[in-house]
T-cell receptor, first 112, second 112 residues
Framework: GEDVEQSLFLSVREGDSSVINCTYTDSSSTYLYWYKQEPGAGLQLLTYIFSNMDMKQDQRLTVLLNKKDKHLSLRIADTQTGDSAIYFCAETIKAAGNKLTFGGGTRVLVKP | DTAVSQTPKYLVTQMGNDKSIKCEQNLGHDTMYWYKQDSKKFLKIMFSYNNKELIINETVPNRFSPKSPDKAHLNLHINSLELGDSAVYFC???????????FGSGTRLTVV
């Protein structure tokens, strides 16, 4: 079945790197996503990775995918106070009509 | 030139009323979705349409009726609103196989 899990909370100092982890159960995922949601705002697409890739880098963001362990991570380099938000990982599964199944979100707090 | 736009942004209404939320995308995507985010920030799919055809209907009460006049529009009509319908409703669209999933800014519905 589909299940996506994330840790609830991450605290990091400004300038350090943040790593947000996510695990999923369905090995037939097509795409895996990271979204950012600031308070009172919508879902901002940060990046996504096709399931046959291991890594994707986009400026300060690095996504790592370990298909064997069904583990996805998002690393944010040089974390800024503006990075404080809830981060959601999600997967799509073609057989499930490409619906996005979300994790519960990781609340990241960046301290100055 | 907003990619996925939904209106209204805020909606406050009394129990028992009927209301609609509109969504439009200019990304040329074939597939559109409605998601619901509850008070604990948990996100779950409600409906999916592919080129005006209903693909996913995820155990949503009959009071919720989506309508897709064309592949660029997906509206959500809700009859006999209940207190428990209070949530943020997000529209989204994607490319085939679930790539490039993009969300609207959300409609915060409050039923009083």
């Amino acid at each position: 079945g589909e299940d996506v899990e994330q840790s609830l909370f991450l605290s990091v100092r400004e300038g350090d790197s943040s790593v947000i982890n996510c695990t999923y159960t369905d090995s037939s995922s097509t795409y895996l996503y990271w979204y950012k949601q600031e308070p009172g705002a919508g879902l901002q697409l940060l990046t996504y990775i096709f399931s046959n890739m291991d890594m994707k880098q986009d400026q300060r963001l690095t996504v790592l995918l370990n298909k064997k362990d069904k583990h996805l991570s998002l690393r944010i380099a040089d974390t800024q106070t503006g990075d404080s938000a809830i981060y959601f990982c999600a997967e799509t599964i073609k057989a499930a009509g490409n619906k996005l199944t979300f994790g519960g979100g990781t609340r990241v707090l960046v301290k100055p | 030139d907003t990619a996925v736009s939904q209106t209204p942004k805020y909606l406050v209404t009394q129990m028992g009323n009927d209301k609609s939320i509109k969504c439009e995308q200019n990304l040329g995507h074939d597939t559109m979705y409605w998601y619901k985010q509850d008070s604990k920030k948990f996100l779950k799919i409600m409906f999916s349409y592919n080129n005006k055809e209903l693909i996913i209907n995820e155990t949503v009460p009959n009071r919720f009726s989506p309508k897709s006049p064309d592949k660029a529009h997906l509206n959500l009509h809700i009859n006999s609103l209940e207190l428990g319908d209070s949530a943020v409703y997000f529209c989204a669209s994607s490319q085939p196989q679930g790539a490039g999933y993009t969300f609207g800014s959300g409609t915060r519905l409050t039923v009083v």
